[in-house]
């Protein structure tokens, strides 16, 4: 009350107390195996996916006489039905398939956890109805209802893929979300919220939403996961049209063309196999080792 | 921590001895202590114990330098603030340290029909044997020390089995006994699981399993701090009248002055990891000589007299790990002067010739300035201090870490 | 609403026509479980005027934090009424509403779990003074943050401002608390075992706290607290208001209750409380109960809750019927006594 100076305003520091937050994450991710080499993992496949494509040209010149050839210096993954390198597919492939998976994590998340935490706090008929519609959506089987669904939607554009996939994607994180929030406003802290009359909005997501972030970072791992499974799968079952180049598609076209036959065509098949599934468990280790740094339960020692 | 510790060690939170007669270490390590200097009455005698850990931010000095004398039949309150390592010094005693923890120097010594042994120097088997022979540790949180899914009666012949009372029906009589003793209903709560007793209940219980060996000296961590008023009184009773019955030595941790002033023989206040003033409780309740008990007893608010304004102790509880220069107390003494941040004072009589190390007989407290100190308190005109409040400085000091 | 003003509250005190801030009215709190009906707080009554302290005094599972809880308006008591400034809570809309909200806070007891360890000391009390108006600009929230911060006697405040709850003591935490409380310019505060977790110390310096503002701001408190000689140096120019399974039984000044307590079970407590003075608390005579069993809250005793224990039963009595909280020798039971010492007691009742 003496002489109080006009303080610097206090905007700056939750920004640098996030960035301190993500900098103590990624060390204790660092310290444990299973966390560096996924995070290296996906780390690499973010730069193989959109940096990679600018050093390495997209092979497309079709080039008879060399269809289906293994691995060699020349064609480090070995060629296509058509003579085309697929390493520079495998380079060119990734960015389609992650844009969709962060997208539909995105999404996924953003519904989950705003309808989840509102569903938590607020309790009541909107609580219900969440809850109901939740329940719908998980009930009904999703691949097939994908399946249908895409015999009358064409899914020509990876964003909209991506929104298709989170509208069905978002309910079980939902009701994870709902089930947390539910116990995190018995909380004292929340009860003096309320007593503050800080309002709904403030309530949930200023105070309860950030002890979330490890939940929600790990939620979103999960989702991304889930969502390159499906798309995958949709795009191998030829029900998504086959624009564009991604590992999908390489995948679905090797397989048509009967590359599995052929003793040459074994790099052309493997190589979209064997990224999906290198990215995957980078993700699932990432993901893994993400719980073990937020879920106190899970630490070890100290 | 102190409830922790009691779940760490595994379930049961009392230690108490195996039968009374085996004496199982060798006379090889009865040699590194010199018994004949004992005098006959004292059971625990300790001199310098030092114990540190580590934590990330550095060492924790816990314990610093604790010497006293325990006589039989006495008992002695160590009062002090969470975090002053009170029980940290008594895990000490039993050597329940956590892992991390080291004693580092120091001696606890255990007498018993004129043959001691410094605890801290035998080997693993004769210290369990030694440790659960004559003392016995009750632990601050009675219900986590307990394990939930056995019965009371089970829970206590484990303990008699582990200890070489074989016999399932001598051990059953005896648990009985023992529950009768701490005015339970015997049979019906030897045969409750843990849950199905209130706190003073469950506290009471461990009481008796500590007496189920027969120890001469049990240690109590916060024996009342988790219970109502009433059954607290009950508890306070029954180890008045338990001691005065068996002659055990009791060890009462507490933060709680006013237990002190209930029970003990000798108060000792410990600050900073060392105990600065310790004698008779009438000694540190009338005739204070630390600024910190000063500071202590002006902080407790009592229901009888007029009313009078209390004054707290000023600023923030040490931080072990990083201890002021000098004295540890000088950053929320109202007495310091530059030779306190000179020198750490030692622990001395406050009667010139005295003896100064604590135990029966004398008072002893570890300030440049105890007489004055000691000359300034006056318990009932306890009026001249105007208010309070949390030390400027002292907080600033902390916020600049 | 007047009307109930009158009929609640009869104070023909010194304080005159000082009507009360807050009152409850005969509220209960009975919570339905699979094992039976918990009647947590059976018709308690109890009023403070603008800047009274009173405290409320009883052991666990007394009931006293739930009715706190239902004084701040947190909990909707399942019968009878909390008025604020003479109207009924559950009345109030818009504006008269939020003067309530803002005008009755609560500092819990337990203060590692009342601060949310995510934010800055300095997010923790901008988001009420903004919220509500009481500062324009994150600036402006921040300048008042370290005066709160300052009148709570956490200094240098611009220390605190930015600090994390992990990075400050139980003490420390609970003037936050605090701090937060009066952000919005509370009346009354609702103080639940304020210092309970903070270390013995510096307790009373956090009482002193809690008298300052109580002097200087004019803030009313209700103490929550187990411990009566806490209870009697805090309220000593207030009231003291015993709690035993749900019902108050005794009601009285601070000073007068604690010297000469009425009821059976204030005098149980006083008896058995030990006192930081060996020659006294050795004296001490005991009250000495008939049964050390509390209740359990599922099954109250019939009549006088406290018959079983009371070394003061009478058959035929205490057992029947529920005695009223009332001034011995009057037959009117109060559901205040701003001034008088209100005992619920048949045998002293009948003196």
Redesign the interface.
């Known amino acids: 009350m003496s002489e109080t100076v006009a303080l610097p305003p206090s905007t700056p520091m939750p920004g640098m107390a996030t960035v301190r937050a993500f900098g103590r994450t990624v060390l204790a991710l660092v310290r444990q195996p299973a966390g560096a080499i996924g995070l290296f993992g996906v780390v690499f496949f973010l730069l193989l996916a959109f940096v990679g494509p600018s050093f390495v040209l997209l092979d497309v010149k079709t080039k008879l006489g060399k269809e289906y050839q293994l691995p060699s210096s020349e064609f480090l993954l070995g060629t296509d039905y058509q003579g085309r390198d697929v390493f520079s597919q495998i380079v060119h492939g990734g960015r389609d398939i992650i844009i969709v998976a962060t997208t539909t994590a995105l999404i996924t998340t953003a519904i989950a956890v705003s309808l989840g935490a509102l569903a938590g706090f607020l309790g009541g008929w909107f609580d219900t109805v969440v809850l109901a519609i939740a329940d719908i959506i998980l009930t009904i089987p999703q691949f097939p209802l994908l399946l249908v669904l895409a015999t009358f939607v064409r899914l020509n554009n990876i964003v909209l893929l991506g929104v298709l996939l989170a509208a069905l994607g978002w309910p079980a994180l939902m009701r994870a979300i709902r089930s947390q929030v539910l116990s995190l406003r018995q909380r004292d802290y929340i009860e003096a919220a309320r007593c503050l009359d800080l309002g709904t909005g403030h309530i949930v997501f200023q105070q309860i939403l950030p002890s979330m972030t490890g939940y929600i970072a790990i939620s979103f791992t999960l989702g991304m996961i889930n969502a390159i499974f499906l798309q995958v799968g949709l795009i191998f079952l030829g029900l998504v049209p086959l624009s564009g180049n991604n590992w999908g598609v390489m995948l679905q076209l090797a397989w048509v063309r009967g590359a599995i036959f052929i003793k040459g065509g074994l790099g052309y098949i493997l190589s979209p196999v064997v990224a999906i599934s290198l990215l995957q468990l980078s993700l699932i280790m990432l993901a893994r080792s993400l719980e073990e740094i937020f879920n106190p339960r899970l630490r070890r020692g100290n | 921590m102190n409830g922790t510790v009691a779940s760490a060690i595994g379930g049961t939170g009392v230690f108490a001895p195996p039968s009374r007669f085996r004496l199982p270490w060798s006379s090889a390590v009865d040699a590194r202590v010199d018994g004949s200097k004992l005098p006959k009455e004292v059971v625990l005698s300790v001199r310098d114990l030092t114990v540190a850990y580590r934590v990330r931010r550095g060492m924790v000095q816990a314990v610093r330098k604790v010497s006293f004398d325990l006589r039989r039949g006495e008992t002695l309150a160590l009062i002090g ?2 975090g002053s390592g009170k029980t940290t010094l008594a895990l000490a005693l039993v050597r329940l340290l956590v892992r991390a923890a080291k004693v580092t120097d120091g001696t606890v010594v255990y007498q018993r029909d004129g043959r001691a042994v410094d605890v801290l120097r035998v080997g693993s088997d004769a210290l369990r044997h030694y440790r659960w022979n004559e003392c016995a540790m009750v632990f601050q949180s009675a219900l986590n020390a307990l394990n939930p899914v056995l019965r009371v009666r089970e829970q206590f012949i484990d303990v008699a089995r582990a200890h070489g009372m074989t016999n399932r029906a001598t051990a059953v009589a005896r648990t009985l006994e023992l529950l009768k003793l701490v005015q339970l209903d015997a049979e019906r709560v030897a045969g409750s699981y843990p849950h199905e007793l ?1 706190g ?1 209940m469950r506290q009471r219980v461990l009481i008796a399993m500590g007496l189920l060996l027969d120890p001469q000296v049990i240690i109590l961590d916060e024996p009342t701090t988790a219970l ?7 508890v ?2 029954l180890l008045r009248r338990l001691k005065e019955e068996r002659q055990f030595a009791l060890i009462l941790v507490s ?8 029970l ?1 023989d000798q108060v000792a206040t410990v600050y900073a990891g060392r105990i600065v003033e310790c004698g008779s ?2 000694d540190i ?1 009338y005739r204070p000589n630390h600024p910190y008990t000063v ?3 002006n ?6 007299g007029d ?1 009078r304004s ?5 600023g ?2 040490p931080d072990l790990i990083d201890l002021p220069r000098g004295c540890s107390f000088l950053p929320r003494c109202p007495f310091g002067t530059p030779e306190c941040e000179r020198e750490d004072p030692h622990l001395v009589s406050v009667v010139p010739g005295g003896p100064s190390i604590p135990g029966a007989g004398s008072h002893t407290a570890a300030c440049f300035h105890a007489p004055t100190v000691a000359k300034g308190f006056s ?1 009932r005109l306890q009026t001249e201090q105007g ?4 030390s ?1 400085d002292a ?2 000091k ?3 870490r | 609403m007047t009307a109930v003003n009158a009929r609640s509250v009869d104070s023909p005190t010194s304080d005159g026509s000082h009507a009360p801030l807050i009152t409850l009215e005969n509220v209960r709190w009975h919570v339905p479980t699979p094992r039976g009906l918990v009647k947590a707080v059976d018709g308690v009554s109890l009023s403070a005027r603008d800047g009274e302290i009173v405290c409320l005094v009883g052991e666990s599972g007394c009931g006293k934090t739930t009715t706190g809880k239902i004084a701040a308006g947190l909990l909707t008591p399942t019968s009878g009424r909390v008025l604020y400034e003479g109207r009924d809570i559950s009345s109030l809309r818009g504006d008269d509403f939020n003067r309530f909200r803002r005008g009755v806070q609560l500092v819990h007891q337990d203060p590692y779990a009342s601060i949310n360890p995510m934010h800055t000391v300095g997010a923790t009390l901008s988001a009420p003074l903004r919220r509500h108006g009481f500062a324009g600009s994150s600036s402006a929230a921040r300048t008042r943050a370290a005066e709160l911060l300052d009148l709570v006697d956490l200094t240098p405040s611009k220390d605190f401002l930015d600090k994390y709850p992990h990075q400050l003591s139980g003490g420390q935490r609970q003037r936050v608390a605090i701090a937060r409380a009066l952000t919005v310019e509370p009346r009354f505060i609702v103080a639940d075992e304020p210092v309970s977790m903070v270390d013995v110390s510096i307790r009373i310096s956090l009482l002193n706290t809690m008298l300052r503002l109580q002097r200087e701001l004019g803030t009313g408190f209700l103490f929550i607290t187990h411990d009566l000689a806490l209870a009697r140096y805090f309220a000593w120019g207030g009231r003291i208001g015993v709690m035993y399974v749900g019902r108050m039984v005794e009601l009285g000044l601070a000073s007068d209750l604690v010297a000469n307590p009425q009821h059976p079970y204030t005098r149980a407590l006083l008896s058995a409380i030990p006192e930081a003075d060996p020659e006294l608390t050795r004296r001490k005579t005991r009250v000495e109960l008939r049964s050390l069993e509390i209740p359990s809250l599922l099954k109250l005793p019939s009549g006088c809750t406290f018959h079983p224990r009371c070394p003061q039963f009478e058959t035929g009595l205490c057992e029947v019927s529920v005695p009223q909280l009332r001034a011995p020798g009057s037959t009117v039971a109060e559901l205040d006594s701003s001034n008088v010492h209100a005992v619920a007691c048949h045998v002293v009742a009948r003196g």
Do not use: K, N
């Open positions: 603030e969470s209130s003073g109502d008023i009433l059954t607290q009184r009950t306070i009773d933060h709680d002055l006013a237990l002190a002033a209930e003990a409780v009438a309740f500071g202590l007893l902080a407790v608010p009592t229901l009888s009313f209390l004054v707290s102790v000023r923030q509880p318990r208010d309070e409040v949390a400027p907080s600033a902390r916020g600049a």
